[in-house]
């Protein structure tokens, strides 16, 4: 059976509209994430991981804000409420692919961290678009892994990580797009999320940037169409050649933080 595609959290909404406000207020950031406990939790663990090393354990979400500040906690909360996108239906699935799952999501957080960083430099672009364009560039891939998986426990004969991650690379656009158009997103943000192909949005373009920067780095199988991708939203974006080399380093521990993060 066929996935239900999710609806975004409304929590990851919410932080978007906050952080336009220069002025937003504290209690209120404060109040919307405590009304989501597993973002909450999230929050507080992420804070207190490694990558932050906090002098002292963070225990309130009050803390993790005064210690990373606003703009970093809505960061967090938007990528780690995308988790929810990438929840694996059934024990088995995540039997069957266990490095596929965890890498689909820390791919799509080191996505959204990046393009986020992206917005900010980018004349046009908009930050929090962009990281939101990032998180869910990506959003095929565990839905065919998904489908993938289903059918191999239908009876399909078992393939390996290599044939199934590009079967996937060729599906994920449409099903990402039919992901996305299912969320009902505001039309600036759908615009950003599903990037035209032709005449992509600023943020689009980012996303698109970045995606294709995760393909290279994942060594699939399509890695010169990617590397043709980097060039042309590269030279639309007006990113100078030793800005998208820092853009893969940038990405590579962006990686590595999603990945302690767990």
Sequence with gaps: MQRRPSTFPLIASQ???????????????????QRDAATATALLKIAN???????????TL?????????????ELVIASAGRTLYEVPSRAEIAMFPHLWKSMFHDAMANAFTAGRIGL???????ERALLAGLLIDVGRPIG??????AMLDGMQRSDDFVVGAAIEETAPALGGTCVDAMR???????????????????GQIARLVAAIGTIQRRGPKVWPAASEVRLRAEQL????????????????YLAQAASFG
């Design 238 to 253: 007006e990113l100078s050649p030793n800005t998208v080399r820092s853009l893969f380093g940038m990405r590579t521990t």
């Design 62 to 74: 009050r803390g993790a804000l005064l210690a990373l500040g606003i703009r970093q906690v809505g």
């Design 185 to 203: 997103l505001p039309v600036e943000l759908h615009a950003a999320c599903r990037p035209d192909i032709q005449t992509p949005t600023i943020d």
């Design 121 to 127: 430099e980018v004349r046009g672009a908009n930050s």
């Design 49 to 59: 991981s490694p990558v932050f090393a906090p002098a002292v354990p963070i225990s």
């Design 15 to 33: 932080m978007i509209a906050m952080l336009r406000d220069p002025q937003v207020d504290l209690n209120k950031v404060v109040g919307a994430i």
């Design 145 to 150: 892994l998904h489908l993938v998986a289903t």
